[in-house]
C-alpha cells in the first residue's frame, strides 16, 4: 500500500514528463481499446516495476490530468496498447517470462532501468549482488524501521528471498526487486531524503546530545500522592521521536511502561470533538486557561469548567465519550482509538494504579460532586460512574516509543504516520493543539507557550506529550516532577530543542540563521526540491552512486509502446 505521502515524488514525476517531447508516432492515440485493467494503488509486480516508464509515457499523452481537481480516491488505470500484445506473444515465443522478460521488454523499448533498478543500484555501490544487511543498514539511516507496518510486505519477502539463497545473505539485482516492488515508493522517498527530515542522522546525533545533557539534572521528586507512582525509579529518562512521515529515533528507557495520567487529557478531548464536534463539547467546557491549580474546586463565570487540560474539565470531557454505554464499551472505545493513534504498537492498562488513584482520589470525588451540583454534566449522567471511568483512563499504558506515534498523529492531521489510517478529525485535531498550546503544562502554560512555543501537555507521571506541528511528535519521560507538576529533565530537553532548532511556532523558518532548521538539507528549503525537473535531472539524482547502467538518450527513452498507465492523484495528503 502506497503511503499517503507518496504524492510528492508522483508529482515530480508528471512534472518531469511534461518538458519532455514526444515522436509522431505516439501522439496518434492515447486509449486503446486493446485492454484494460483497473486497481488501486497496490498494482501488482509487473506494474510496479514498470512504474517510472508507465508514469513518464501516461502523463506525456495526457498532460491536461495535472490541472485536474484532486478530489476522488487515489487510483491507477492500465491501458494495454496493440504494441504491448504483440510484444507479449514475441517474448511467449521465445519462451521469456517472469523477470527476464520485464528486462528484455525494457531494453527492447529503449527505457531508463525502473525505480527498483536504481534503487538497488544506489544501495550496491557498483556490486553485483546486495548482503540483506546492508540494505537493512542503509534503511535504517533513512529513519524507517523494519518492523513499520508499511514495508511488512518487503520484508516478509526478503526473509522468505533469503531462505532460497546460496548462503541466506545476499540478494541478486532480480531478487531485490522482488523484495521492494510492493513499497517501492516509499523506499525512493527514503533514499532520495523526501521526508520530512531528510538527514535523519544528523537530527538524531543532536537528540542524543540533548538527551545526554538533560540526564545529568538530579533535581524534582517523584509523585507519591499516587501511591503506585512512587515506586518508580527517579533514574528512568527515555525520549522518543516519530516524525509524519514515520522516521522513528528512541534512547533511553523508551520501552519501560508507564501510566498516561493527565497526558490523555487532550486524547480523550480529541476523541469526544471527534464524535460529537467543537460545538456542543464547548457548550459543556470553556477555552480559557484557568490560572489556577489544575485541581482546584473552581469554574468560570458561565459556572463551566475553564478549560479540558484540568481536572474540573476533563472529567466533564470523560462524560461525553459514549453517553450511555457501560464504562467497559466506553472503555474498549477509548482503548481501540488509542491504539490506532499509536499505530497498533504498545496501549495497556496498570489496574494497581487504576486502584490506587481510586482509594486516594477524593479530591477528584470532590470535585465531581460540585460538579454534579453546578449540572456540569449532560443530563443523566452517573456521575461517580464517569469518576471511576476517569481513574481508569489515566491508568492507561504507553511507553515512550507508542505515545509518541500518538503524538505524531496529531502533529499529522489525525492521520497516524506508520499505518496511513486516519483516526482524528483535522477539527479534533486543531482544537486540541490550540488548547495543548495555551493549557497543557499545568501553571507553567504560559511560560512553556512563550519559550518553547510549542503544543504539550504533561503529567505526574513525569511524561511530555510535545508536537511540532506538520513535522513531528515526541515523548519525554522521567519521574522526577518540579514544584509545579512537570517533568523536570522533560522541561530541559523541550527548551534545549527549541533553542538549537527553529521549532518554535513563531521562529522564522527563512531569516533565523542563529538556529538550525533539520527541514532543509545543504542549506536549501525542503520545499524547494519539489520543483519540476528534468527527466536527466531525475536520473542523476537517483544514480548518484551507480554507474553500472548503460545511458540511454531522452529520444530513446520516451519510444516504449508495450503499456500506458494514467495516474489520478486525487484527494492525497501532502
Known sequence: MLHFRSSTLLKELFETTLKRPLSSSRQKTWLPTSRRCFGTASTDARSLSNQLKLLHAATARRPTLRAAPFAAPFRSYCVKTEGAVQLDEQLKKDGVSGETGS??????????????????????????TIPAHKFLTALKTTGLRTGDPRLKECMDTLKETLKNTPDGVTLDRHQ?????????????????????????????????????????????????????????????????????????????????????????KPLKYAVAVHDHGTEYVHSFIGKEPSGLRFNKLFLNEDDKPHNPMVNAGAIVCTSLIKQGASNAEKFDYVMNFLKDMAG???????????????????????????????????????????????????????????????????????ICPISG???????????????????GMYDFSGQFAFHVGLPAKSGVSGGI?????????????????????????????CTDLVELFNFHNYDNLRH???????????????????????????????????PLWKKVSPTESHQDSSTTVVYRMDNVAE
Open 465 to 493: 506529550l510535545l508536537v511540532v506541528p506538520n513535522v513531528m511528535g515526541i515523548m519525554c519521560w522521567s519521574p522526577p516532577l518540579d514544584k509545579l507538576g512537570n517533568s523536570v529533565r522533560g522541561i530541559q530537553f
Open 176 to 264: 531485490f526487486k522482488k523484495c521492494v516492488q510492493s513499497n517501492i515508493v516509499l523506499l525512493t522517498q527514503a533514499f532520495r531524503k523526501k521526508f520530512v527530515i531528510p538527514d535523519f542522522q544528523s537530527f538524531t546525533s543532536h537528540i542524543d546530545e540533548l538527551y545526554e545533557s538533560a540526564k545529568n539534572l538530579s533535581e524534582g521528586q517523584v509523585a507519591d500522592y499516587i501511591p503506585q507512582l512512587a515506586k518508580f525509579s527517579p533514574d528512568l529518562w527515555a525520549i522518543s521521536v516519530c516524525t509524519v512521515d514515520g522516521q522513528r529515533h528512541t534512547v533511553g528507557d523508551t520501552k519501560v511502561p508507564f501510566c498516561l495520567q493527565s497526558c490523555v
Open 512 to 546: 533565523f540563521a542563529k538556529k538550525h532548521d533539520p527541514r532543509r538539507e545543504g542549506g536549501d528549503q525542503r520545499l524547494h526540491s519539489f520543483g519540476p525537473m528534468d527527466y536527466e535531472s531525475l536520473q542523476q539524482e537517483l544514480a548518484l552512486k551507480a
Open 421 to 439: 489510517e486516519r483516526v482524528l478529525s483535522p477539527e479534533a485535531v486543531r482544537n486540541t493543539l490550540s488548547l495543548m498550546h495555551s493549557c
Open 103 to 128: 528486462d528484455k521488454r525494457r531494453k527492447a523499448a529503449g527505457i531508463l532501468p525502473s525505480l527498483e533498478d536504481l534503487l538497488f543500484y544506489t544501495v550496491a555501490e557498483g556490486q553485483e
Open 344 to 414: 497498533h504498537e504498545y496501549v495497556g492498562f496498570s489496574n494497581a494504579t487504576f486502584q490506587s488513584e481510586r482509594e486516594s482520589g477524593d479530591r477528584n470525588f470532590a470535585i465531581g460532586y460540585y460538579l454534579k451540583e453546578k449540572k456540569c454534566f449532560p443530563e443523566g449522567t452517573d456521575m461517580t460512574s464517569i469518576l471511576d471511568f476517569y481513574f481508569q483512563l489515566c491508568s492507561i499504558e504507553v511507553t515512550c516509543e507508542s505515545a509518541s506515534v500518538m503524538a505524531a498523529t496529531l502533529a499529522n492531521g489525525g
